[in-house]
């Protein structure tokens, strides 16, 4: 088995908070645990994002293009296929907290594509628990409240990135 990339930043302290701007060490608590996260597989960990999407709201099962599939969560098939684009893109999010010239418009056309799958604002609140959720169960004992309040951090601006004047 691989050896796990190293957290070299503090998970506990000091306290992260959630309404203070994204900083340095913010971004490293989150590339650092991120790392860690991705050792799984991003197949693996968008397959655990869906289940919490689907937990959370049942419903938004019907948004997706994989809603009829026989066997919902079979390896190969388009929901493993679409949680592995969005574990990338989170992946690649992540990578560029540190360039936000080069981050944004990634995150704007993305944004303005969902908007054609009728992706609704809310819908970012779903995803985004279901993101935090998957971190915690992948990083366990590591998922401390400043790792955790840094990725509600890197949500906020996807999610606001993303939606943008996309609803105005």
Do not use: C
Not at 15 to 26: E, F, G, I, K, M
């Amino acid at each position: 088995m691989a050896e796990q990339p190293a957290i070299t930043v503090d998970v506990h302290s000091p306290a992260v908070d959630v309404n203070a701007p994204l900083d340095a060490r913010d971004t490293q608590l989150v590339q650092q645990t991120f790392a860690v996260v991705a050792t799984l597989g991003a197949d693996n960990v968008g397959i655990i994002v869906f289940k919490n999407i689907f937990q959370i709201a049942p419903e938004a099962l019907g948004l997706f293009s994989f809603k009829d599939e026989a066997d919902l969560y079979a390896r190969g098939g388009k929901l493993e296929k679409h949680a592995t684009k969005i574990v990338n893109t989170l992946a690649m999010a992540i990578s560029l907290l540190g360039d936000l010239t080069a981050l944004v418009p990634s995150l704007q056309e993305l944004g303005l594509r969902h908007v054609g799958y009728k992706v609704l604002p809310e819908h970012y609140d779903v995803v985004g628990q279901a993101i935090i959720m998957a971190m915690g169960m992948a990083l366990g004992d590591k998922f401390t409240d400043p790792v955790k309040n840094a990725y509600l951090k890197v949500w906020a601006i996807v999610k606001t990135t993303m939606v943008g004047d996309n609803y105005s």
